[in-house]
């Protein structure tokens, strides 16, 4: 399915997203259960990988207790789709915990993106790894996305397949208040600034 990137996440395939209970986490999490995969959260402390595990994880990974490599290796033989916002030894280590022929797609870096690596298991496991953004897509491309949302997506949350995940909301001129949050890393789901109430 393209609403994973291009990684064309399919039913029976095993997903496994970092940042489980994180505004992307959360989202990701529902719409690989809604395709029917089953879908492997990372996440901590406790209170996030319960957030996880409420929207359908079917196993949550707490990164400080527990090693995903060695778990996804084992138990699942490794995953199908890997989901990153980490970067840094993640990328690395996501190369360990991939079956082959499996796809890795980097969303975001908050732990670096400049690393050193050994590439050779991504040619023997028949690797693809992938970025995305939206930021460098041309409005012709945002515009297809959007429209692929409408079509495959919007009706999920109609039908209650699936849930906004909201955090806390902000008044507009909270703005500050609301990155402070956000930086402090204890919120799960997204973080909403509200404009109404401020024109």
Known sequence: SNVFMGAKLSRGEVFLVHGGAG????TSIQLAKAIGATVVAVDSPAARCKVCSELGADLTVDFREQDFVEIMRGEYKGADVILDIIGGE???????????????VQLAFNK?????????????KRLTYT???LRSRT???KAEIRDSLALNVWPMFEEGKLKPVVSKT???AEAAA?????ESA????????EVCGDL
């Open 23 to 26: 505004g992307l986490g959360t």
């Open 90 to 104: 993640n990328i690395a280590r996501n190369i360990k915990a991939s079956k082959p022929d499996g796809r890795i």
């Open 112 to 124: 670096g993106s400049k690393v050193e690596i050994d590439l050779m298991p991504v040619m023997l």
């Open 131 to 133: 970025g995305s953004t």
């Open 139 to 141: 409005p012709d491309n």
């Open 170 to 172: 902000f008044r507009l």
């Open 178 to 182: 609301a990155h402070a949050f956000m």
């Open 186 to 193: 204890r919120h799960s789901g997204k973080i909403m600034l």
